[in-house]
């Protein structure tokens, strides 16, 4: 799935071509994509709205419109095109939006977990979400105070995105290695220094990710070259960038996890 880098990177892409066309008609090609609101309503209300940002919170892409937030979660496999001129829909293309300038917005999508929302109120999705680890409220203060209210292990506690925004499994573990944590580490066994090891980290791995646009691996999104500087994630039997000791791959609440068991130590 991917995570915030890659969605970042594509809403960086998408913000040249897309800022102030407008869209002058959508074709819903498989109506169980669209989350909220009904096909008809979506089709009524997108028609002759300007595209004014292209944004991202979490995983989700935010497209601002003049009455509305166009919200996008690619989920596993979706993917967004611009195309040139006349359509001729692929059999993975689930929504297509003709815009002016002779161009149309293209998700696509294979295993159809991908959802779109239109609303007005875009924080009836995006309102339960935790802090942008990229953002001033992602303080070490914060992470450490969030970290002792609750006392679950690691790598699933930053996976929730009720407790922070944007993180996945690739960026989870990679971060843990930069912190020196464990996965299973409780999180209210963490001492202020190791809350602050792991804010570094996150914001660290994150920032670099986004610099390499994102990782290429196993789903449809590509350009990115991130997996090529892997410290942890997908490297089981490989050296410890660090120290050379083999990673480790752990199954961690159903999630593939490496880490490396000298400089992770519990």
Known sequence: ????PEVETIARKLKPELVD?????????????LAYPSAKKFKEQIKGQKILRIGRRAKYLDVS???FNLLIHLRMSGDLFIKEGKINPEKHDRLILRLSGNRSLVFNDTRK???????ANPESVLGKLGPEP????????????????????LKPLLLDQTFLAGLGNIYTDEALHIA???????????????????????????????????????????GGEFQNHFR??????????????????????????????KCQMR
């Not at 990229?134 to 679950?152: E, G, I, K, P, V």
């Not at 039997?237 to 068991?261: A, D, F, L, M, N």
């Open 113 to 119: 977990f991908g959802r779109v929302w239109l609303t």
């Open 21 to 33: 066309k407008t869209i002058l008609e959508a074709n819903l090609r498989w109506p169980r994509t």
């Open 180 to 222: 020196k944590l464990h996965p299973l580490a409780v999180s209210d066994s963490l001492t202020t220094e190791q809350a602050q090891a792991l804010q570094d980290a996150v914001r660290k791995v994150l920032k670099e990710g986004i610099r390499r646009n994102g990782a290429s691996i196993d789903w449809v999104y590509r």
């Open 232 to 261: 942890v994630y997908d490297r089981e039997g490989k050296p410890c960038p660090v120290c050379g000791t083999q990673i480790e791959r752990i199954v961690v609440g159903q999630r593939s996890t490496h880490y490396c068991p």
């Open 65 to 67: 419109l003049t009455g």
């Open 134 to 153: 990229l953002s001033r409220d992602f303080t070490s203060q914060w992470l450490h105070a969030a970290l002792h209210n609750r006392s679950r292990q």
């Open 1 to 4: 799935m991917p995570e915030l």
